[in-house]
């Protein structure tokens, strides 16, 4: 299809009696455009409706001068440091955001203003240039391309030892260059003993052997009777540091069942091989560390004895070995063998039998 | 006595030729300014996630001055009197400090927090209007997957940003994060320790977690913005159709003056949105939710909502556990389709879809001209069904606090959620399909009969007809001679076609002027897309 400006002449940039818009149309002629209609949106000069927009602009500009100038005054002047209770300093921020956005508001509306209300309303038609280049320069391009690969591919076909050479010579060096980069970063995750894929703070390997006790979040040792009937509470090993993101597989939950939970508790958890024997009275311990995706499975149920895991739902029947009855959850939380040392503190019986935590592909 | 005159007047003719002379510019600055852009609303969309990455960079630059991004125990002495005394990540206490400690700090934490919101949100609205109009058709298809790839990223500056106060919700995330790692068959562990640096969360986390967010990420992303805008500027931007627009020129304005200028307003108007934002509404006030502690999470902790859907789905996913019963025994825990699959698929699958949807119609042709929704319903009805898809997964990401407020069961809400995620989207598609041919239907009706002016007539016999305005030429007759339609709004209403003055009155025009949009005979015909056969088809 033919456009208008196919049929324009080219005009004589050189000629005095040009205006400059004539220049600059001759410009986009040049560069495949047409402008078509480039009128200003008011009729005559000084019409009363430019008045009135140019007066609007202004406005806006200058109520973003305003704001600001008193953003800054109130940067500057404004009590900013953070005072317990009910303080000027609270409204710190937001009267920063107040002022800053008010400003640049009305410098984006006042631009915006401007652009759409007093520059002429254009309609402007460029051609584009669609599909590829022209078939000579394709073919040129394209044989100079084929003219290089063969130069250096030839090369390498007619010199086998060449071949062999780059294969077995450069290969190795781009190895060599990823080696420093990636290798630092490698980590084995079974390298320790014990191996730390499957150990936690429990583990009496890291208390000289002895049977690792059970501890508040200050590392003061627990008596049964600190735990109320139906209470919980959660426990970290008595180690050094046990209650920090040290030992973050190590949070375990201490229930202290009713007795008739108890009772079904211990029914069940001595019908299973792993866990027979775990319990030391009414309490049972599990790993607070959901087997799912490694949140602190934390919201226990006493009416229904379930404990939620808040990230994602999924739900644990304290009175059952902790199984999985809803949510994505698979894996039951492992139970800590519990039982008391002689000065009456609660003590780990050995470490967790099952993996605490997420599941991975070589979980036994 | 001669005088050299300074002609001031001459000055910057005399600087320009000096320039011109050693760099050639004169013909492609002018090729520049000329550069002729078509606008639209929906063309702004893209614009609001650049201005929002240029506000990240700004803001995001500020912080790194005094963010530390360390995990030394530290003990917090602060004016924060609640957590005084605890031991916390110096990471931590560094965010607090930016939060209570710093002159306009907390201010500009949350600008950098809210421009990302805004930054992912503006992406996601983005692709949804080159998706639905068909703009990712040859010749663009490389920068619809540039754009996939720029949501992906995205979403990973949020997440290492998130992660960096090493506050209650930031651990939390993490540790999701290496139990996804875990997740992977066979090299799990090794990822999971390698990139914690032993075992979850080690001591190296943050800092890796920081140099990624500060330096790697944004340098990927402002490397393909800077590819996925030098292409819209080489290929030039699509258009709708509409008056002497065609598939082989683009009608709008030239750059300069007033598109530019135009730009400018709208960068300070969003810089401006993301201002007041900051000021006004609260964001992750990292103080509240404590330092993070492997053994302490609180329900209803929410990630930022572009991670959501993520969360949704991994909620949502039955707990599948596949057994390989080999030796020791091995396992492909539940979270590894949603987490590693899924996200693997929704980032990958899409970034293919302008090559499949070429083959699977046989479209070798170039397209600059955008297509309605309507005109292309089965397009619509995949868009809608991925909409569907996503906002149930979103929706299930906070099915805890949905639960909590409207006093439904959890469990109802997640089996909502498993049902939704399957028939949701497929019925999404029905409807998106229906309504597509309905306005079709439509557009066609008053293409052939004309508008309805809401006119009745009483005819001799006593007949009642409503009187309809043709939008073309009638026959002799009187009867109107049915138009084709041309891929753009047909004008349904009376002041449409110029009958009335356009309903919005005042200081702003309307963004699209309603004058310019309908089919006017005085203008020449509508050119259609080459698609028409297609579109009048009505398939
Ligand atoms: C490009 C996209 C980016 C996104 C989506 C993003 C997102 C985020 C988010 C969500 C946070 C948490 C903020 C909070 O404390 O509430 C954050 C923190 C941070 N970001 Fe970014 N960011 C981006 C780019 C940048 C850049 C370019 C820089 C620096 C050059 C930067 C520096 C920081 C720093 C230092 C923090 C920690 C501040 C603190 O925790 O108080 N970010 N980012
Ligand atoms: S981490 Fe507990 S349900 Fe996902």
Redesign the pocket.
Known sequence: MTTLHDETEAVDVSDPRLSRFEIVKEGARRDDIEIVTYESQFHGTDSKAEKRVVRNIALLFFIAGIAGIAFVVFYIAWPWQFELGNTLSDYYTPILGLSLGIALFCLGFGILAWAKKLLPHEVSIQKRHDGGSPTDEQKITGQTMLFVAEELGQGVQRRPLLKGAIGLGLAPLGVAAAAPLIGGLIQNPHRDNPPMMFSTGFNSAFNNGKQVRLTRSDGTPLRPEDVSTGGQLTVFPGIPGGATNEWADSPTLLIHLRPEDADVARKNADADPRNKGSMWGDYIAYSKICTHAGCPASLYEQQTNRLLCPCHQSQFNITDNAQPIFGPATRRLPMLPLTVDDEGFFVAARDYKDTVGPDFWERP | MKRRKVDLAQAPVTLAKGVDERYQVATPLRALLNKVFPDHWSFLLGEIALFS?II??LT??F??LF?DPSMQEVTYHGPYAALRGVDMSAAYES?LR??FEVRGGLFL??M??WA?LL??AAIVVHMARIFFTGAFRKPREANWAIGVLLFLL?FL??FT??S??DDGLSGTGLRIASAIMLSIPVAGTWISASIFGGEFPGHLIIGRF?IA??LL??AA?LALIAVHLGLVFKQKHTQWPGPMRTNTNVVGERMFPRYALKQGGFFMAVFGTVALMAGMFQ??P?WLFGPYRASEVSSASQP?WYVMFMDGLVRLMPNWQIYIPIGNGYSIPPLFWPAVVGLGALTTVPMFYPWIEARRTKDKAIHNLLQRPRDNPERTGIGAMAFTFFLVATLSGGNDVIADKFHISLNAMTWAGRIGLLIGPPLAYFLAVRVCLGLQQHDREVLAHGVETGIIRRLPNGQFIEVHQPLGPVDDHGHPIPLEYGGWVVPKKMNRVGALAPAIKGFFFPVEKPAEAPVSPALPPVTAGEQREEITSGR
């Open positions: 990455f990240l960079l995001g630059t912080l790194t963010f965010s930016l939060s934490r949350q950098h927090h990302a930054f992912v995205g500056a949020g940003g998130y960096l106060p920081y967010h500060v990420i944004p992303l964001i992750n990292i930022d």
